[in-house]
């Protein structure tokens, strides 16, 4: 802003899709990610805007809707993610998808930041939209819903957020941008704002159903099946949203990653990390719909619940699980991560690499359930780049042309990685939570 007081804004998690995915543009996406080059870019923005003494506060969205519409729009979305997934590992080009572990990257870098976070139970655009106005504060957005929104201060578009090009103007710092208004829009083109929501059903767009409601709609109240011990962490954004999905809805849409499509999908390798994580939640003899790939096919396999990790944990319900949290000490709950992992004990590491616990117990699981087994000089390669802190050297091959297998491999890596976090997280953090971006 041009503006010389303090300024915040809200931003929906979902539109930080968009933001990831511009700043990963020149960045490697089709080798496993560039995790801390990402990171420090996240680090420049936050940067960019507190020089100019703006304050952002980020909301993430909580469970998916999955109704019918959207669960068929999730589907032809997935599908055209397959494709450029498939297109990339065949041109070894980037292509608009995403890496697997972005978003842990991404929230944990906010965090390290001391950036606000806050989780809506569901999608977060009815929120921000009711925050952002009671605040005075603009969205940073680029959703044609907040086109519609009556907000005070306004839409800020991220095609128009100039955040690279900080300027200076009698001694103060600013953002050139460029601010939408719907009240101006409404008056530029002689129409009334009560017909704005006709232009959105027009162009196809879900917000006359968020609005249908108001401001104390329920109709996707989904705190109930949420235990009290698991709000809190939900709220703070400390917990995936993927949890949601599976207490609300038992379905869940997995990664879509850059592989060739004649690979399996490398989210088989963790599927009975899954399973148990499922267990958790859900409890015994229960499934869970996965939207996953066959080839460049959606299926959507049916997941049996596994609750058998540990003779001392039996959970039927979620008031169990929530009694299981607050009274299970932190080895016995440590002792399940590791069960669940096929690992019955780790060496004990230095203090300054305790957060290499985790990542290790991982890789021990994703050697025994990769096939074919990996190269060893992929293990090496990821060996070296935790030692150093960075991603995969150059030296390895993955920095030449795109090797399927190794692509492949790596992202059976990723995907054990990623699951192993999330039941972690789950359990209460019983092993230390491991920077992703390193």
């Known amino acids: 802003t041009e503006n010389g007081s303090m300024t915040q804004f809200w931003v929906p998690t979902h539109q930080w899709r968009t933001i990831c995915l511009c700043s990963c543009l020149g960045l490697d996406q089709t080798r496993g990610g560039e995790y801390g080059a990402f990171k420090d870019l996240v680090t420049q923005f936050i ?14 969205d909580g469970c998916a809707d999955f ?60 929120q921000v939209a009711a925050l952002a106005q009671e605040w005075g504060c603009p969205v940073l957005s680029n959703d044609s819903d907040f086109a519609i929104f009556p907000l005070t201060r306004g839409m800020l578009h991220i095609a128009h957020f100039k955040w690279k090009n ?74 995936s949203s993927d949890f949601l999905d599976v207490l609300t809805n038992q379905r869940v849409g997995l990664s879509v990653v850059v592989d060739h499509k004649d690979k399996p999908s490398a989210n088989q390798v963790s599927l009975p990390l899954r399973r148990v994580l499922y267990g958790l939640l859900l409890g015994t ?100 780049g935790w030692c150093r802190g960075d991603t995969l050297p150059e030296e390895t091959g993955l920095g030449q042309d795109l090797d399927k297998d190794w692509c492949h491999w790596l992202n059976q890596w990723q995907s054990c990685l990623r699951d192993s976090f999330l039941l972690n997280q789950l359990l209460g953090a019983p092993l230390p939570e491991p920077p992703m971006a390193r």
Request: charged residues 20%; proline residues 7%; positive net charge.
């Open 285 to 384: 003899g229960r499934t869970v719909e996965e939207r996953d790939r066959d080839g460049l096919e959606v299926i959507f396999p049916q997941v049996q619940t596994d609750s058998s990790v540990s003779p001392q944990l039996s959970l039927q319900s979620l008031p169990q699980v929530s009694l299981f949290f607050l009274q299970t000490a932190v080895e016995q709950r440590r002792q399940v991560l590791l069960n669940a992992l096929g690992v019955s004990q780790l060496s004990s590491l230095p203090s300054h690499l305790s957060d290499l616990v985790l990542p290790l117990a991982a890789t021990c699981f994703w050697l025994k359930e990769a096939t074919p087994p990996p190269d060893p000089s992929l293990l090496k390669a990821l060996l070296i």
């Open 166 to 239: 900080v300027q200076q103007r009698e001694g103060l710092s600013f953002i050139p941008c460029k601010t939408y208004l719907s009240s101006r829009f409404c008056e530029t083109v002689h129409i009334d704002p009560q017909l704005l929501p006709v232009f959105a059903v027009l162009a196809g767009n879900d917000y006359t159903k968020n609005m249908a409601g108001g401001a104390g709609d329920t109709s996707r109240d989904i705190s109930p099946v949420v235990p009290d011990w698991m709000r809190r962490p939900v709220i703070e954004a400390q917990f």
């Open 47 to 60: 940067g960019a805007l507190r020089n100019c003494d703006i304050h952002p506060y980020v909301v993430f």
């Open 67 to 126: 109704s019918a519409l959207k669960w068929r729009t999730g589907r032809r979305r997935a599908l055209e993610r397959m494709q450029r997934a498939h297109h990339a590992a065949q041109s070894g080009r980037n292509a608009a998808v995403l890496p697997a572990l972005i978003w842990e990257v991404f929230r944990q870098t906010l965090h390290r930041l001391k950036v606000p976070l806050a989780r809506s139970y569901t999608e977060a655009d009815r």
